[in-house]
């Protein structure tokens, strides 16, 4: 299957690369040839006038059956939240449930021009299932909590998970290992997950250092920061670790995490909804760690639409240095994509338009008046682009979405399957 898309401005992302007009052909799963003309036959053809495509989104950390809960206890302090409102809602989530929820996740993303995402999760052969069917790309983690057990049976099916999905879905599926929190994960469960990740050379997914509270807990009970503690416990000697949020690091803190494989996924609208402060984005990059963008689920963030992030993103170092020049259009829009596919450990297959890589891309309507004229398009990606701009979204060469139309779910079915689920969960909370 050959498809053409013509005539098109061309955001490859590549660091040496400035935007152009020109042709992108896509032949299986692959991206076979880009350039400013070309005249190979093709299926399929699109035409990309008045069009910008670009790489897919990459959204660095998701919870995504959450969207069963967006709405339901807003303006509450995280561990209140999370203790009172969240943990008892998930536990009454069927697998059905986590199903439903989970594609009602992905059906947003890809509205919204996500095509990868790291989720961590409970009932992860459910949300695998539905990135199976959806045609996403996906990293997924059963999320590790070792307070009131030792995590037997949550390990157990962490396990069952990368057994049965590591690699599958045409290779769109990847795993890791998710110990939830330094606040979860006492020392010695915490040390056997990361000698098993070791062992399985699976990368790791966690929290760090959300809120003060969490760095006062982590204070009291070990005298350490919490990344201290990540890092006394070898998380950051030889693993490739996705570490979400890193809002409260302090100068020795980002030390630690200087020279690790992996990075931080920064989640910009989850933490000033939660009130939880602005993570030192700049001083960790300006250190060379990675940091791409997440929403965090929808319990916390309510939309999922990744260019709120990019926005928020910018906007929150830009007034935290009162300095504008931070974090520029270019930058911010790499964390959204390449950098995140580093974090995902698919910077082979994603991130950047690339021939050879994998056609993961999508196509931005620009005839629109909040989006002309053209001076800069990647200015205007930023600052101007939202989540419904998007026309078309394509993973692994495969349409997912066109003229704005989900080809791989059935939206009238999804919204009454989730509007009955979502009221019998939070029925007695
Ligand atoms: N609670 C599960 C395991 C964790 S899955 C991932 C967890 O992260 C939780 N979560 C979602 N957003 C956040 C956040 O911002 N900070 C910390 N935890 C979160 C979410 O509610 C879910 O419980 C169990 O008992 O087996
Ligand atoms: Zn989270």
């Known amino acids: 299957m050959k498809t053409l898309i013509e005539n098109v401005v061309i955001v490859t992302m590549k660091e040496e690369d400035r935007p152009y007009r020109g042709d992108i052909l896509i032949e299986g799963d692959v991206i076979k040839a880009l350039s400013p003309h070309l005249t190979d036959e093709a299926d399929e053809r699109i035409d990309g006038d008045g069009m910008v495509a670009m790489p897919g989104l990459v959204n660095a950390h998701q919870h995504t059956p959450m969207s069963l809960l967006k709405g339901f206890s807003d303006d509450l302090k995280l561990m209140d939240w ?36 790291a989720d961590m999760y409970i009932h992860m052969n459910e949300i695998a299932t539905a990135v199976a069917e959806t045609g996403m790309r996906a990293s997924l983690t059963r999320g590790l909590v070792f307070l009131e057990n030792d995590g037997g049976r949550r390990m157990e099916e962490a396990l069952d998970l990368v057994e049965r999905w590591n690699g599958r879905a045409d290779g769109r599926i990847t795993t890791m290992l998710g110990p939830h929190a330094p606040y979860t994960c006492p020392p010695d469960p915490l040390r056997r997950v990361i000698k098993l990740a070791e062992e399985m050379n699976l990368p790791v997914h966690i929290h760090l250092a959300e809120t003060k509270e969490e760095v006062m807990v982590i204070r009291e009970k070990y005298n350490e920061t919490p990344a201290e503690y990540l890092y006394h416990a070898g998380l950051f000697e030889r693993l490739h670790v996705l570490l979400a949020h890193s809002v409260h690091l302090n100068r020795r803190d980002i030390g630690y995490l200087k020279g690790m494989r992996g990075g931080v996924s920064h989640n910009p609208v989850s933490n000033l909804k939660l009130g939880c402060g602005i993570a030192p984005v700049v001083d960790m990059i300006n250190q060379g760690i990675i940091v791409g963008l997440g929403t965090d689920g929808s319990g916390s963030a309510t939309t999922i639409d990744m260019f709120e992030e990019i926005k928020a993103a910018t906007w929150l170092q830009k007034l935290d240095y009162g300095d504008p020049s931070v974090l520029p259009a270019r930058q911010v829009l790499r964390m959204a994509t390449i950098e995140g596919a580093k974090l995902l450990n698919i910077d082979h297959q994603a991130g950047t338009l690339e021939v050879g890589k994998k056609a993961d891309l999508i196509l931005i309507d620009m005839k629109k008046p909040h989006l002309q004229p053209i001076h800069q398009v990647e200015s205007l990606l930023v600052y101007g682009v939202n989540g419904a701009d998007v026309d078309t979204t ?29 009221q019998r969960i939070v029925e007695n909370i």
């Open 82 to 117: 999370l203790n009172e409102k969240m943990l008892p809602a998930e536990a009454n989530m069927t697998p059905e449930d986590i199903y439903w929820g989970a594609k009602l996740s992905m059906a947003e993303m890809i509205r919204s021009g996500t095509t990868s995402f």
């Open 394 to 422: 394509i993973v692994n060469g495969k349409v997912l979405m066109r003229n704005r139309k989900l080809l791989t779910i059935n939206e009238e079915e999804l919204f009454k399957q989730v509007s009955v689920r979502a």
